[in-house]
């Protein structure tokens, strides 16, 4: 098959390989490094470029030359990329569709943000995701208008909030994202601003979270629900953060505990302290704001019935969403 090279930005790099069973290609592209929302919704011009890349994997027994596939761009955790992450990516691909595994910590030489939720942040792979959206979409074998968003955890705020209308509007984007499937996302940053994408959302999380609890997530559900935001939470009992990994639960004792937060979210991106009412702007003044509420030690690990029913359930979301006519 003949290997196809395209320049998008100023930089694209693809290097295609092909197996029995799927043709995988690597592409780069140049985002930046904002800390905090703001930094993309009020300063995008001054950030430090970065060049960042992922791996995109094409279904081979099925590609066409001419044929375009709809896409779906996974964002990993603070851990990185994990065994159940890939699961799914590969569920994804047998079932005929492209996918693309964003690496913004191996682009930035970063292993975990676990204990410190600094070198790389929500809001520096929100900008990812959409460079690599403009990027993709000019894929020769991609419907632009076909792609959607998925992650877990941190990747999971990313791709939430990827879905927030003041980034939209501030990034003035030509492509969006068709469908958003956040597993397990930091829903203790609350936005004074309900304005979000009318792309399907949703929200898979256990009920016994204590990393990234569910209850404010089942609330902000509610509260967009009043603003009519295509948007639905599934809580699974007696699940914990990973609910749909395979490992056994475990004490993780470096993860920070949110239960007992939640922090506003302005208009212009600023994450406020819960007393000091200070932007945790850098991760300095973010350190001190977690002081307020947050505690060290997280539970994390599998319970097979969550994992067992969001599998399926993730398959058909991206099916109903991207493949409405298979």
């Known amino acids: 098959m003949k290997k196809v090279r395209y320049l998008i930005g100023l930089c694209v790099l693809i290097l295609a390989t092909t197996n029995a069973q799927f043709q995988k290609e690597t592409i ?14 009020k300063d995008l011009d001054k950030q430090e470029k970065q060049m960042v890349f992922g791996q995109m994997t094409f279904p081979v027994d099925s590609l066409q030359p001419d044929k375009k596939y709809p896409l779906i761009i996974g964002v990993a955790g603070s851990i ?3 065994q159940h992450h890939l699961d799914y990516m590969e569920m994804y691909q047998d079932n005929g569709f492209a996918t693309f595994e964003l690496n913004s910590f191996k682009s930035r030489d970063v292993t975990s943000t676990v204990g410190s939720q600094v070198e790389v942040t929500i809001a520096t792979i929100i900008l990812d995701a959409y460079r690599a959206l403009d990027a993709l979409s000019k894929h020769p074998n991609i419907d632009a208008d076909r792609i959607a968003i998925t992650g877990w955890s941190l990747g999971g705020g990313v791709t939430l909030f990827s879905g927030w209308q003041p980034v939209l509007k501030a990034l003035g984007q030509q492509h969006r994202f068709a469908a958003h499937l956040a597993f397990y996302p930091p829903c203790f940053v609350n936005p004074t601003d309900l304005g979000f994408t009318q792309a399907p959302m949703h929200i898979l999380i256990g009920e016994a979270d204590n990393w990234t609890p569910a209850a404010p997530c089942q609330k902000l559900v509610e509260r967009l629900a009043v603003n ?21 639960v475990q004490q993780n004792d470096k993860g920070y505990s949110f239960k007992d937060c939640l ?9 406020l302290m819960n007393y000091l ?20 030690g997280v539970s994390i690990g599998g319970n097979p019935d969550a994992r067992e029913q969001s599998f399926p359930f993730a398959l058909k979301f991206m099916q109903e969403t991207l493949q409405p006519n298979r």
């Open 80 to 82: 990185g990329w994990r």
């Open 277 to 296: 009412r200070l932007p945790m702007s850098n991760p300095w003044l973010q350190k001190l704001g977690f002081l307020f509420c947050v505690e060290r």
């Open 228 to 248: 009519k935001t295509n948007i639905d939470i599934t809580v699974y009992p007696d699940a914990h953060h990973g609910f749909d990994s395979e490992t056994p």
């Open 263 to 271: 922090f506003e979210l302005t208009t212009d991106g600023d994450i």
């Open 28 to 41: 780069a592209f140049e985002s930046a490094n904002p800390f905090s929302l703001r930094d993309v919704i």
